[in-house]
């Protein structure tokens, strides 16, 4: 009766003001005016509308957006797969996206896609993205670690600043006459040339020091500590020259640089002491308010303005606002991850679409241009590389160190093109000369990478041989794991030593990576702390000594891969939820890519989620995949065989499990045995079986599945 009241109500007063839209409707209809009646009678095209639409400024945006993501996504990629810094790519693709490369093989879409009237669409877009990037910048720098190594730090880094900045303004009075644009004083062409040879970027540098994994090597802490005394001395001097070349002369600049100190002793000594309060009553998310969140923002967009009226540009009033925030540095993180998604992901590869399309790369038309651009880079190189190895080995640094800090320094990448940017839209830097220094950029920073590899190569002894005979050495069996979740590596750290308990020698070694952006982490060593501490107080229980590995990760995948690769007996990991599992569309596409990839196999099951797939698809060694559901403690082992004799899978074990162990082993070969299973703490399934007697897996019950690949070596 309730049920049916309340349709009755419904139906009346939709019912009743429907009937009072239409009677206001038909009223309203007398009185359209003559030129309303035509205008509806004219009709409505849906081509030309569409059109419109396509045209319109906020579609133009967005599709430039989704294009700019996707191919700095890609190009990226690759770089990761040559070896070099993902920003790299970012970098490339605002070159392939410009007038270099679309807008000279397919001017057609280049016009459509990015049309002139959208460039200063594109242009604050992007700058909000670099206000926001020299905020974090400025949070990153670690000025207590300043504090601590200052002195070598700060020798090597300023030598490595006025040792090319003399170069480039060196350079500049040879390529005045060509280069400078018409009305440009040689004091601010000079400078902005200077100050291009000497940057380093700071987060571009961090990232390559963490991801070789030296971020805890004496010349790793240096080398890092060197781009933030760079990074600091380097924004200053470019704030004083922006002044310079804004005023005209120095004298007359000296107005605007005594504004900035005023500015500067403003924020240090009376906006910091009020953030450091608010950031020691507020270092945690439960409390942290959007009002504070707002107050914070405030100071940024405050402290931006502020530089961008002085005359030493918004970025630098950013970088600062930064540099003020509170040492806390649960707060500072906190502050970093609601930033850095929208600024790296979204934003920031708007400035380098944005510098891709001011970066003509054919304008560059004749060989002596060329041979000027090589010029240019070989000046770079020299003062940058060698300022820095040079002042690293006066310090007493040796010759393999000071040349890896040289290799490092020499990065500029986004920082760089940041200063460019700057100096062009002063209208100190030409097209051409802005072209050629975009391509030293580049080249500075791709060389990076290699540099190290072979300072390595040349600086690795060669091995010396033990003995030539005698006793044969005993096997060593090496074991890898890969852990995400720290509780996942006690677990697979416990199943290492049930299966390979009885075996002689094992080298094990536990790896975690930490798939972060281009900024550090704070406090990365408490967090790998925090990530391995389950497994090394696992390892002392068992009395089973533990390696760790931990670094940064653009792709995870492929550095697990590549570290399991190094002479690895098995590799042991977690599994994870496949994306194609859980939901009707999921599903759809998971069937969709594997029929595309034409990869159908035992291996390849939708119960493994894709990273698994991937991982076991390009490894030769066997890799055990755990599907942990609650495992405590490991007492049995059931081993389903699919009824051969020579089964890799029994044969490897029989080698290597743990003679107190119980092994189980089923023979699947009469089908009235499945409905008997045993119930054990684990089970450890082949492919085989995995495949073939799927469906029986729900009979058991385990708390874990051990599913071990195919590719077993003998």
């Known amino acids: 009766m309730k049920h049916l009241k309340t349709i009755l109500i419904y139906v009346l007063f939709i019912g009743f003001f429907t009937l009072l839209i239409f009677i206001f409707l038909k009223g309203g209809k007398k009185l359209e005016s003559q030129d309303a009646v035509k205008s509806v009678q004219t009709g409505w095209n849906f081509f030309d509308s569409f059109l419109s639409n396509l045209a319109h400024p906020l579609s133009v945006l967005l599709l430039q957006i989704a294009s700019i993501i996707l191919v700095a996504r890609l190009l990226s990629w690759i770089c990761k797969k040559l070896d070099q810094p993902a920003v790299i790519g970012e970098i490339a693709a605002g070159i392939v996206l410009g007038p270099s490369l679309l807008g000279l093989y397919f001017p057609g879409i280049f016009n459509t896609l990015f049309p002139e009237s959208s460039f200063s669409n594109l242009q604050f877009l992007s700058q909000i993205g670099l206000i926001l990037f020299m905020f974090v910048i400025g949070m990153e720098l670690d000025l207590k670690v300043l504090k601590n190594q200052a002195n070598e730090a700060v020798v090597v880094s300023h030598v490595s600043i006025i040792f090319p900045f003399t170069l480039g303004i060196g350079l500049a009075y040879f390529l005045y006459n060509t280069f400078a644009p018409i009305g440009v004083p040689f004091l601010s062409f000079g400078l902005f040339l200077g100050i291009s040879m000497s940057i380093t970027a700071f987060p571009v540098l961090a990232r390559i020091v963490q991801e070789k994994g030296i971020h805890k090597t004496p010349v790793g802490t240096i080398a890092i500590t060197c781009a933030a005394v760079d990074d600091i001395t380097a924004w200053s001097l470019l704030a004083m020259v922006i002044a310079i070349v804004k005023a005209g002369s120095f004298l007359s600049s000296l107005t605007t640089i005594a504004m900035a100190i005023v500015y500067v002793v403003f924020i240090l000594k009376l906006v910091k002491p009020f953030l450091k309060r608010i950031g020691d009553l507020h270092a945690s998310r439960d409390n942290l308010s959007k009002p504070i969140v707002a107050i914070f923002f405030l100071v940024l967009i405050g402290s931006a303005y502020l530089t961008e009226i002085i005359g030493i540009h918004a970025l630098f009033g950013a970088f600062m606002a930064g540099v003020i925030m509170p040492d806390n540095q649960k707060f500072k993180q906190i502050l970093i991850d609601k930033?850095?998604?929208?600024?790296?992901?979204?934003?920031?590869?708007?400035?380098?679409?944005?510098?891709?399309?001011?970066?003509?790369?054919?304008?560059?038309?004749?060989?002596?241009?060329?041979?000027?651009?090589?010029?240019?880079?070989?000046?770079?190189?020299?003062?940058?590389?060698?300022?820095?190895?040079?002042?690293?080995?006066?310090?007493?640094?040796?010759?393999?160190?000071?040349?890896?800090?040289?290799?490092?320094?020499?990065?500029?990448?986004?920082?760089?093109?940041?200063?460019?940017?700057?100096?062009?839209?002063?209208?100190?830097?030409?097209?051409?000369?802005?072209?050629?220094?975009?391509?030293?950029?580049?080249?500075?920073?791709?060389?990076?990478?290699?540099?190290?590899?072979?300072?390595?190569?040349?600086?690795?002894?060669?091995?010396?041989?033990?003995?030539?005979?005698?006793?044969?050495?005993?096997?060593?069996?090496?074991?890898?794991?890969?852990?995400?979740?720290?509780?996942?590596?006690?677990?697979?750290?416990?199943?290492?030593?049930?299966?390979?308990?009885?075996?002689?020698?094992?080298?094990?070694?536990?790896?975690?990576?930490?798939?972060?952006?281009?900024?550090?982490?704070?406090?990365?060593?408490?967090?790998?702390?925090?990530?391995?501490?389950?497994?090394?107080?696992?390892?002392?229980?068992?009395?089973?000594?533990?390696?760790?590995?931990?670094?940064?990760?653009?792709?995870?995948?492929?550095?697990?891969?590549?570290?399991?690769?190094?002479?690895?007996?098995?590799?042991?990991?977690?599994?994870?939820?496949?994306?194609?599992?859980?939901?009707?569309?999921?599903?759809?596409?998971?069937?969709?890519?594997?029929?595309?990839?034409?990869?159908?196999?035992?291996?390849?099951?939708?119960?493994?989620?894709?990273?698994?797939?991937?991982?076991?698809?390009?490894?030769?060694?066997?890799?055990?995949?755990?599907?942990?559901?609650?495992?405590?403690?490991?007492?049995?082992?059931?081993?389903?065989?699919?009824?051969?004799?020579?089964?890799?899978?029994?044969?490897?074990?029989?080698?290597?499990?743990?003679?107190?162990?119980?092994?189980?082993?089923?023979?699947?070969?009469?089908?009235?045995?499945?409905?008997?299973?045993?119930?054990?703490?684990?089970?450890?399934?082949?492919?085989?079986?995995?495949?073939?007697?799927?469906?029986?897996?729900?009979?058991?019950?385990p708390a874990s599945v051990l599913i071990l690949h195919a590719s077993l070596k003998k």
């Open 339 to 701: 930033i850095e998604d929208v600024a790296l992901v979204l934003l920031l590869p708007l400035f380098f679409v944005y510098t891709g399309l001011r970066t003509q790369i054919g304008l560059l038309n004749d060989f002596r241009l060329w041979i000027m651009c090589g010029l240019i880079v070989s000046v770079a190189v020299i003062g940058k590389f060698g300022g820095s190895t040079i002042a690293a080995r006066i310090m007493g640094q040796r010759w393999k160190e000071s040349l890896t800090i040289g290799a490092l320094m020499n990065t500029r990448g986004l920082v760089e093109l940041v200063a460019l940017n700057i100096g062009y839209d002063l209208g100190v830097l030409n097209a051409e000369m802005f072209t050629m220094l975009v391509i030293m950029a580049l080249i500075t920073t791709v060389m990076t990478a290699p540099s190290l590899a072979l300072i390595e190569k040349i600086a690795r002894k060669k091995p010396t041989e033990i003995s030539q005979g005698g006793e044969k050495k005993e096997e060593t069996y090496r074991i890898l794991i890969s852990f995400g979740n720290p509780e996942m590596g006690r677990v697979l750290l416990q199943l290492i030593y049930r299966l390979f308990g009885s075996y002689k020698k094992q080298n094990i070694t536990a790896l975690h990576l930490f798939t972060g952006s281009l900024f550090t982490r704070f406090k990365l060593d408490e967090y790998e702390k925090d990530s391995f501490g389950p497994i090394i107080n696992e390892s002392k229980k068992l009395n089973l000594p533990v390696q760790s590995i931990f670094k940064v990760s653009e792709s995870i995948n492929d550095d697990i891969v590549e570290e399991a690769e190094k002479s690895y007996d098995i590799l042991m990991i977690g599994m994870g939820q496949s994306i194609y599992e859980g939901s009707l569309l999921g599903r759809f596409f998971g069937f969709f890519l594997r029929l595309k990839s034409l990869r159908w196999n035992a291996r390849d099951h939708f119960l493994l989620d894709e990273r698994t797939n991937d991982i076991i698809t390009r490894l030769k060694i066997p890799v055990g995949i755990l599907v942990n559901k609650g495992l405590i403690d490991i007492k049995t082992v059931l081993l389903i065989k699919t009824g051969y004799q020579d089964d890799p899978v029994s044969e490897y074990f029989q080698r290597f499990v743990d003679i107190n162990l119980i092994i189980k082993i089923v023979d699947f070969t009469f089908a009235e045995q499945r409905n008997r299973l045993p119930a054990s703490d684990l089970n450890v399934i082949s492919p085989e079986g995995w495949k073939e007697y799927g469906d029986i897996i729900g009979h058991l019950s």
